[in-house]
């Protein structure tokens, strides 16, 4: 910032720092007004980012009706989902079966002799790690398609330094370690459950390759680590029985026995547990209510921006903005739309779902619920039909504008586009003004610098000459 450079001015009486700060003040009036235009900019910015939100989920909730599954709810029940829950997708066929569990799911684990000393090393080697399959007679393991996973071990590595390089080798398997009495063990635990997702440790000493050579499981060394461990768990699938029929799951979830079904043992049961899977008929009520509860926060939220209220004459943030109340009407009219595919019924007023003064769409439950008692199927097809032109559902041409307006080169990118173009150019018009005011501000410092020091010149004189005037009257008198 520019400064007095001489005090002449002020001592004769102007303040000359408040009439430049003054003189500055006013040529930044511009900016008030700039930083107001800015500040509505970023609220409609964020107003369309919420009505772009609300435009959303009004497709989600079109998308529910357009869709087969969303007529085709079911509802799964248990009779002890204690022991059994259950699921079941749209479109299950009515059904009721029984489910008896015999064991649950296992993880393979097992644990290694004691080690001593506590925290002493091991031993140089290679671990080897395989998942697979164990049989129990003859005991063998067969090797699943993957490959082993070799983990090489320093010959100063503790058993928490083992444990810690299976744990970050992600071979399948886990690794703790226990302490007890009797020194360390390793804990190791298959990250699966299920037959299929055994596993095998083997050690490889000395540069020998055959994990069975009697250098690899003398039990010293490296080779302590499987000389004696045992299993403390077997690896296993969880078996069950439906309608008397034996089937098994790697895990303790079944989601292909049961067409549609997906069942889960939580425990192992005491007496067969009953599945039933139902039409849902309250589905098609909720998503239908869903749907018109979606437009109305769309319609609620543009009308507050768009109206003018008379008796504080103050308007909405959009009020006369032409692409919002095209917005408005391209959902109006999405709504009001007209079908040919469901029979009797051609729009939503048919079945009782009528627009309110205000834009609002209101649910006539009882006209509603007969007409999807008597007509279900005439009732999905005003909705979902996929006949093409006139022939379309009203869900279906709505998601289709909805999905136009939310789409990478659609209404709302094109509208927030334009805002942060005008937001960028309030931004250089605020950088212009800075720059003028920058520069006023020097000249008209440096005018009154100039004056102050003439005028520091000019009493210099004055006080000179009166001194001489002074002189002279007292020589003369």
Not at 415 to 443: C, G, I, M, P
């Amino acid at each position: 910032m520019a400064t007095i450079s001489s005090p002449g001015v002020g001592t004769n009486g102007l303040d000359v720092k408040n009439i430049i700060s003054q003189l500055v003040a006013l040529e930044k009036k511009p900016l008030d007004t700039l930083k107001l235009q800015a500040a509505t900019v970023n609220t409609k910015i964020s107003a369309f980012g919420q009505i772009k939100s609300l435009v959303s989920d009004f497709s989600d909730a079109a998308s529910k009706l357009a869709s087969l599954t969303g007529w085709n709810g079911v509802t799964t029940t248990s009779s002890d989902s204690k022991y059994v829950s259950a699921t079941a997708i749209g479109g299950t066929l009515p059904t009721t079966f029984s489910v008896e569990v015999q064991s649950l799911a296992k993880a393979q684990a097992t644990a290694s002799a004691a080690l001593l000393p506590v925290g002493g090393a091991l031993g140089a080697g290679t671990l080897r790690l395989e998942l697979g399959k164990w049989s129990v007679a003859p005991a063998s393991f067969t090797p699943s398609s993957g490959q082993p996973v070799d983990i090489s071990i320093a010959a100063t590595d503790k058993l928490s330094d083992v444990a810690s390089k299976i744990n970050g080798a992600n071979a399948g398997v886990t690794a703790s370690i226990l302490s007890d009495a009797s020194g360390e063990r390793l804990l190791l635990r298959s990250k699966s459950t299920g037959e299929e997702f055994g596993f095998r440790l083997s050690v490889m000493e000395g540069g020998d390759t055959d994990t069975q050579s009697a250098g690899n499981t003398d039990a010293s060394g490296l080779s302590r680590l499987v000389a004696g461990s045992t299993v403390t768990q077997v690896a296993a699938n969880a078996k069950a029985t439906v309608n008397g029929i034996a089937v098994s799951s790697a895990t303790n979830t079944f989601a292909t026995t049961i067409s549609g079904v997906t069942f889960k043992a939580e425990q192992v049961t005491t007496a067969p547990i009953d599945i039933t899977v139902s039409k849902d008929a309250s589905a098609v009520q909720s998503n239908i209510d869903a749907f018109v509860k979606s437009y109305n926060a769309i319609n609620q939220l543009l009308q507050e921006a768009t109206k003018y209220d008379a008796k504080t004459k103050t308007a909405g943030l959009f009020q006369g903005d032409s692409t919002t109340v095209a917005l408005q009407n391209t959902l109006r009219n999405a709504i009001q739309s007209v079908t040919t595919a469901g029979g009797p019924f051609q729009r939503l007023a048919d079945i009782g779902i009528t627009q309110q003064q205000g834009g609002d769409l209101a649910v006539d439950a009882t006209k509603l619920n007969k007409a999807l008692a008597n007509n279900p199927d005439d009732v999905k097809n005003l909705f979902r039909s996929t006949g093409g032109g006139s022939a379309d559902g009203l869900a279906v041409k709505i998601k289709a504008v909805t999905t136009s307006l939310l789409a990478s080169n659609g209404f709302f990118k094109t509208k927030d586009d334009s805002l942060q173009l005008s937001l960028k150019r309030n931004s250089d018009d605020q950088t212009r003004v800075n720059q003028k005011v920058d520069a006023f501000e020097k000249r008209i410092t440096a005018r009154y610098n100039a004056l102050d020091t003439q005028l520091t010149s000019l009493n210099g004189l004055n006080a000179y000459i009166s001194q001489q005037v002074t002189t002279w009257n007292k020589s003369n008198g």
